[in-house]
């Protein structure tokens, strides 16, 4: 995975901005955003809203799998 692609969100438990999410998945919120859920590889979870052109890039990229 290139590092540059990955899915950037702000860990709570940490305090640390622009982490790069790792095993991220994409799903649909009910109100039709996009939501990344994942971990920082510190065991801490993570997630992330999305646009939904960012959302499928991730997913084109591989990056992130799709969970809707």
Known sequence: MDISKAIKAYCLKTKEKNVPMQDAEISKTARGGYMAK???????????????????????????????
């Open 38 to 68: 994942g971990h920082d590889g510190k065991g801490n979870k993570m997630s992330a809203m999305m646009g939904e052109a960012a959302a499928l890039q991730a997913i084109k990229d591989g990056v992130a799998t799709k969970k809707f």
